[in-house]
C-alpha cells in the first residue's frame, strides 16, 4: 500500500528529530566539557595570582653611572624566570603561571624615578642580582605611585597608548650596541639612545605626570608550529624560516637570483644574534596625566616620538598601538566610549595586568619579543650624559674600613 504524503512528511520529521538527538548526546558533552575546562583554568589561575603577594621597588641612583647596557642586559637575563609552569598539572589544575615583571619609568611633576614591580618572592633575586651588576644603587620598597589614582574628568586628563613593533619581533630595533655602548665610551663621546625618554620625563612641570611600563616574562614554546595540531615552538622557528627565505631566494623555476646585498646580510646577522639572547614576551604600555589647567597636549607626541631613535628602517621599531582615541568624531558621538578607554587603560596599567587571565582582553596593546639585549637599551640607567635637572640621584654609598687595619 503506498504511503500517505503525511505519513511520509511524520517519519522525515521523526529521523530529524533522531538525528537531532543523536548529535546533541555525541557533541553537548563535549562543547560543556570545552567551556568547563576553559572557565577552570581561568579560576585556577586567578586564585593562583590572587594568593601572591607583589611589590614595588625603587632604583635610587648614584650621581654617577659608568656601567654600560651590558650590566643591565646581565640582570635582565637573571629576570628570565620559567618556574610555576612545570608540569600539565601544575599549570592547568593549579593555575600556576610563571612570574611577570613591570619595568617603569616615571615622571612625578618633572622627578624622575625607575621602578620594578615583581612577586615578593622574588624580591631577594631582584636585589642581589641588581647590586652585583650596579653596588651603588639603592634599593626600597615604596608604597604604590599609582594607587588611589581615579580618572576625574572634572579634574584631570588622561591620554595613553600601547607599543608594539613595526615588523615580527625576530626583527630587532636598534640597541645600545648599534651605539655603541657596550664598548663604554669616554662620557662626553656617549650617544645614549633613552636620554630623550629621560629628557621628556624630566621636562614635566607642577600637575602632570607620565608613565611607561614595560611588562615582560620568560618566552617559552607557545606557537603553534605551522603544519601540526598540538605541536608547539618558539619565535626561533619563524626567524629561521626568515632567515631560510632570504638565504635562498629562488625564483620558483630553479633559478636563483642575485647574490645578497650586504644590508640583507647584515639584516640576517642581526637576527641571527637577536634570537640566541634570552627571549621575553613583552607588552609596552605608556600613559600621559595631567590637571586640565596644565594639560599638554604636545606631550602626547614626546611620548610617542620619544621612542624613535630605537627604530630603525631595515630592522625594527616601535610604534603605538591602540590608542585612547578615535580618528573620527561620529566613533564616540557622546564621549562614553573614550571615557571607558581611558579607564581601562589606567586600570590596565595600575594592575600589570598585561598577562592576566579574567581582565578585559580588548583592553591588551599588541604582544611581541624583546630579547634581553632589547630590553636593556630601553630599560637601563644613564649616565652623566643625561643633563636632566630632576634626575633624582643619591651621593655614592662609601665603604667602611677594613676591621684589621694597623692602629
Do not use: C
Not at 642580582?129 to 650596579?134: G, P, R
Not at 629621560?198 to 600637575?207: K, V
Not at 626561533?236 to 632570504?246: G, Q, R, S, T, V
Not at 562614553?336 to 598577562?355: D, H, M, N, T, W
Request: charged share 30%; proline share 4%; no cysteine.
Amino acid at each position: 500500500m503506498t504511503e500517505t504524503l503525511s505519513e511520509v512528511s511524520t517519519e522525515l520529521i521523526i529521523r530529524t528529530f533522531y538525528a537531532l538527538y543523536i548529535l546533541l548526546v555525541i557533541f553537548v558533552p563535549f562543547i560543556l566539557g570545552y567551556f568547563f575546562w576553559k572557565y577552570w583554568v581561568k579560576y585556577a589561575r586567578h586564585k593562583f595570582l590572587s594568593e601572591k603577594q607583589h611589590i614595588l621597588l625603587e632604583f635610587r641612583l648614584p650621581k654617577e653611572i659608568t656601567k654600560s647596557p651590558v650590566a643591565m642586559e646581565v640582570f635582565m637575563n637573571a629576570l628570565y624566570q620559567t618556574s610555576g609552569e612545570g608540569n600539565w598539572y601544575d599549570k592547568f589544575v593549579k593555575g600556576g603561571m610563571r612570574a611577570w615583571f613591570s619595568l617603569e619609568m616615571v615622571s612625578i611633576e618633572g622627578q624622575v624615578h625607575f621602578f620594578i614591580w615583581s612577586r615578593k618572592e622574588l624580591k631577594k633575586i631582584i636585589e642581589t642580582q641588581l647590586y652585583s651588576q650596579y653596588p651603588d644603587v639603592e634599593i626600597a620598597e615604596i608604597e604604590d605611585y599609582t594607587k588611589g589614582i581615579t580618572l576625574d574628568q572634572s579634574k584631570m586628563d588622561l591620554w595613553g597608548t600601547y607599543f608594539t613593533k613595526t615588523k615580527e619581533s625576530f626583527y630587532p630595533i636598534k640597541t645600545y650596541v648599534d651605539y655603541g655602548l657596550d664598548k663604554d665610551p669616554k662620557e662626553e663621546l656617549k650617544i645614549d639612545p633613552i636620554t630623550p625618554v629621560i629628557e621628556l620625563l624630566g621636562s614635566l612641570g607642577a600637575g602632570e605626570q607620565m608613565w611607561i611600563q614595560i611588562l615582560i616574562r620568560a618566552h617559552r614554546e607557545e606557537f603553534k608550529k605551522p603544519g601540526t595540531w598540538f605541536e608547539k615552538t618558539d619565535w626561533k622557528h619563524f626567524a629561521k624560516d626568515e632567515i631560510k627565505k632570504k638565504m635562498k631566494r629562488d625564483k620558483g623555476d630553479g633559478e636563483v637570483m642575485d647574490k645578497m646585498t650586504k644590508g640583507e646580510q647584515k639584516n640576517i646577522e642581526a637576527i641571527e644574534k637577536s634570537i640566541a639572547k634570552a627571549p621575553f614576551d613583552t607588552g609596552i604600555r605608556a600613559i600621559y596625566l595631567a590637571n586640565n589647567d596644565v594639560y599638554n597636549k604636545g606631550n602626547q607626541g614626546g611620548l610617542v616620538g620619544s621612542l624613535r631613535q630605537y627604530g630603525s628602517n631595515d630592522l625594527n621599531g616601535f610604534k603605538p598601538d591602540k590608542t585612547t582615541g578615535f580618528d573620527y568624531p561620529w566613533q564616540d558621538v557622546f564621549g562614553g566610549r573614550l571615557r571607558a578607554k581611558k579607564e581601562k587603560i589606567l586600570k590596565g596599567y595600575q594592575e600589570r595586568s598585561f598577562f592576566k587571565p579574567l581582565y578585559n582582553p580588548g583592553d591588551r596593546g599588541g604582544e611581541f619579543i624583546l630579547s634581553a639585549e632589547e630590553l636593556a637599551t630601553i630599560y637601563h640607567f644613564p649616565g652623566k650624559v643625561s643633563k636632566t635637572p630632576n634626575f633624582t640621584r643619591i651621593a655614592s654609598r662609601k665603604a667602611d674600613a677594613p676591621s684589621n687595619l694597623p692602629i
